[in-house]
Nanobody, 118 residues
Framework: QVQLWESGPGLVKPSQTLALTCTVS??????????WSWIRQPPGKGLEWMGA???????YYSPSLESRTSISRDTSSNQFTLQLNSVTPEDTAVYYC??????????RGQGTQVTVSS
């Protein structure tokens, strides 16, 4: 059974960089042909896919967030990370990591609340 859990700061100040880590157990992030995504859900809104890293390390991003987003991985720790630069209060959301792409998430973490506030 694949399990994912997110970790990182719950509070980030405006203009700073948000950094979150997703730790995966029960499966390797290098196993073909899986994608590993970051998703968020702002208060009162639906899920928003932010980007993903493929089993081979290729990354791709939502066009609306691409200029501020970076996803990387540490295969030795079976983790992948999200960095979101220049955050604003509009980036306040519950952030999730998941295996898969929109409409086909096989597994998802429980989520972590991130608030952007001074």
């Amino acid at each position: 059974q694949v399990q994912l859990w997110e970790s990182g700061p719950g509070l980030v100040k405006p203009s700073q960089t948000l950094a979150l880590t997703c730790t995966v157990s029960g499966g390797s992030i290098t196993t073909a042909y899986h994608d590993w995504s970051w998703i968020r859900q702002p208060p009162g809104k639906g899920l928003e896919w932010m980007g993903a890293i493929r089993y081979d390390g290729i990354t791709y991003y939502s066009p609306s967030l691409e200029s501020r987003t970076s996803i990387s991985r540490d295969t030795s720790s079976n983790q992948f990370t999200l960095q979101l630069n220049s955050v604003t209060p509009e980036d306040t959301a519950v952030y999730y990591c998941a295996r898969g792409l929109p409409d086909e998430y096989a597994y998802r973490g429980q989520g972590t609340q991130v608030t952007v506030s001074s």
